[in-house]
């Protein structure tokens, strides 16, 4: 392949990329989110979780413009001005921490009305607010606090999208299941205890913040405050912020990671979900899928749905006849816009770029395009493609399809390795690896196949049809 021409591809579309609409990076480059709750509500856990950063980790920076004449800088009451970013961890998202203000505490709260204000004014979006969580912990004596009450009535929150966020749920849970146990040995002393213990213990939890908690809160909010209620557990499991030990042989190891399934990590994902549904700015809810690294599926999700955008224009709206990715330029014209923005939407670590040297890429775009099971479908045979009759058209749509596919596995199973050994950075070796694992893997294969016999001539044009084909060849295991 032309070294060069490859070259030309990828600074092309790493300059005029079209994944943040209107240029969101340069208009936008971090997602700003306000983290509001009393001391020990859960803030730092939760950003830890969701931005899978170290709970002591932020960089505490940012400009000092702001109304705190009243007060000596550096007290707890102006915390909520710093921007906490997270260089190497997390260069999506800047933090503002309400910091230490306890229950009814007047002062703490009047200075994050000031500062939500004064962010009310800002006329760019980089300076905006693009959201706020309200942290309230299930534990202690749990009625709705004053400055919750000031908080959702009194302030003006702009058009800021607001998520209350019930957090400790899982005490509910640990009380219940503490009361049924104790039940059961009263009522059938000395026998074991009932397997289905904890599902009911999670079904009464659920009850209980349904009825009281949830209810007590929304009778605050009135029915159209706009405001979202969600309940997240996130019990201490020992091994601090990425669930990661630092070991004195090898560095660190891999402890203890929330998949998407595990019941812990849906709260959480649930709540990463709310507030995307809460964001109107396609460069927003982009940035906010690249942002949050908790919830695999939704950049999985997002991913497809901007590939099948780059397909469509590709295939489908394409000038008559059909396809002018002919010529094997499109095609790989179509790799590497799909590539950055996949890329993009992952928000992988990678402080040495490495994803987008050309030599990384062409090993990736190599291995995607092994994505036939009948066999390899090479550079060249696509390039060699210029005339396409109804027949090959949906041979190339399927590799079309593959190569979507490889380009997401391979990011996904970047992703994991960045969660499951911390502090991973990319290399060339840590792509060669992965890599090789996918061009060999048994998911590879089984992704490869469902394609293949899923798309035929009375269906490649059928564009939900195609993303549904894609779908389904994800969750090959
Ligand atoms: N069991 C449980 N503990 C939590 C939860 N959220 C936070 N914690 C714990 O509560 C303590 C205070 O949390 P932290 O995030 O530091 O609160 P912050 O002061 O609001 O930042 C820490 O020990 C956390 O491990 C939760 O949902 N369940
Ligand atoms: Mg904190």
Redesign the pocket.
């Known amino acids: 392949m032309d070294e060069k021409f490859y070259n030309e591809i990828v600074d092309k579309y790493e300059e005029n990329t079209s994944f943040y609409p209107s240029n969101i990076l340069n208009e936008c480059p971090k997602f700003r989110i306000l983290v509001v ?10 950003c ?1 979780k969701v931005f899978h950063v170290g ?1 002591e980790d932020g960089k505490v920076g940012g400009p000092v413009d702001f109304g705190i004449s009243k007060h000596k800088r550096g007290t707890e009451f102006h915390q909520v001005w710093k921007e906490i970013t997270f260089p190497g961890q997390n260069e999506e998202i800047i933090l503002h ?1 309400s910091g230490g203000f306890e229950a009814g505490d007047v002062n703490g709260l009047e200075e994050i009305r000031k500062f939500i204000k004064s962010r009310l004014t800002k006329t760019t979006l980089a300076e905006r607010l693009h959201c706020i969580w309200y ?1 309230i ?1 299930l534990t202690g004596h749990r009625h709705i606090q004053s400055a919750e009450k000031t908080f959702f009535n009194d302030f003006d929150l702009g058009d800021i999208p607001v998520v209350a966020v019930f ?5 509910l849970e640990n009380e219940q299941e503490f009361k049924l146990m104790k039940q059961h040995q009263r009522q059938h002393p000395g026998t074991v205890l009932p397997q289905d213990l904890q599902a009911r213990a999670h079904a009464y939890a659920v009850q209980e913040y349904d009825e009281i908690h949830r209810r007590n809160l929304q009778d605050i909010l009135g029915p159209h405050s706009g405001v979202e209620i969600q309940r ?5 499991d020992g091994y601090g912020a990425g669930g990661l030990l630092p070991t004195a042989q090898s560095g660190m190891i891999a402890a203890h990671v929330d998949t998407d399934e595990s019941p812990n990590a849906q709260g959480v994902n649930n709540l990463i979900r709310t507030t995307l549904e809460m964001l109107t700015r396609e460069g927003l809810r982009r940035l906010w899928v690249s942002a949050q690294q908790q919830s695999a599926d939704l950049k999985r999700k997002e991913s497809i749905v901007i590939a099948m955008q780059h397909f469509k224009r590709v295939t489908i709206t394409s000038s008559l006849p059909l396809i002018p990715f002919l010529g094997g330029g499109v095609f790989r014209s179509s790799f590497h816009e799909i590539f950055s923005d996949v890329s993009r939407q992952y928000g992988l670590i990678d402080p040495w770029h490495v994803l987008r040297d050309t030599a990384t890429r062409k090993r990736i775009f190599g291995a995607c395009l092994k994505l036939s099971a009948g066999g390899r479908i090479g550079v060249k045979a696509i390039l060699a493609v210029n005339i396409l009759g109804p027949l090959t058209a949906p041979i190339i749509t399927a590799s079309l399809l593959k190569m979507i596919v490889g380009i997401i596995m391979i990011h996904e199973e970047l992703f994991w390795k960045q969660r499951e050994q911390n502090g991973l950075r990319l290399t060339e070796d840590v792509i060669e690896d992965t890599c090789r694992r996918f061009a060999e893997g048994r998911r590879r294969q089984r992704a490869a196949a469902h394609i293949d016999g899923s798309i035929g001539i009375e269906n490649y044009r059928k564009e939900q049809y195609c993303r549904d084909v894609v779908t389904t060849a994800l969750e090959a295991k």
């Open positions: 709750g009393q001391t020990g509500s859960g803030k730092s856990t939760l830890s709970k921490d942290c912990p957090t400790h749920f899982d005490v997240v557990a996130m019990p201490d």
